[in-house]
């Protein structure tokens, strides 16, 4: 019997280790990883709004959208963030807009990341002088 129960010890760690690149898992690992997502922006004249998509729904609401104007080179320390706003699912899917903000230029939008949700930006768009 002792014997019997030294072999189920022993063999339980290694059982797991095998398991674990199998994905045979708690699932407690893969749902902690952070979805990816996909934040897009779009405009009406100097209305500028867009989308926030997941593979995990919970990331397309309450998500913070952050509206970048592009100085110079995308990313080079100087674009200036002229508004935000918060996402909020809409037909399923989840919405963002700034409203008019009246101004000129290049902008590009960062949806932030949270515990579960990867942050993204949206490719840059330019809004011509009226």
Do not use: H
């Not at 095998?18 to 952070?34: E, K, R, T, V």
């Not at 729904?57 to 110079?72: D, I, T």
């Not at 963030?81 to 996402?87: L, Q």
């Not at 009246?102 to 949270?114: C, E, H, N, R």
């Amino acid at each position: 019997m002792t014997n019997i129960r030294n072999i189920a010890r022993a063999a339980f760690p290694v059982a797991a280790l095998i398991a674990l690149p199998l994905g045979i898992d708690s699932g407690i690992a893969s749902a902690a990883a952070p979805a990816a997502t996909r934040v897009t922006i779009d405009r009406a004249g100097s209305d500028l709004f867009g989308t926030v998509s997941s593979s995990r729904p919970s990331c397309e609401g309450n998500r913070k959208v952050v509206l970048f104007k592009q100085r110079g080179t995308r990313g080079g320390g100087d674009d200036v963030r002229v508004a935000s706003d918060t996402s909020e699912v809409q037909s399923g899917v989840g919405v963002w807009s700034t409203g008019n903000t009246g101004l000129a230029g290049k902008f590009y939008a960062k949806v932030t990341k949270t515990a579960l949700c990867n942050a993204d930006f949206s490719p840059t768009i330019t809004v011509p002088e009226d």
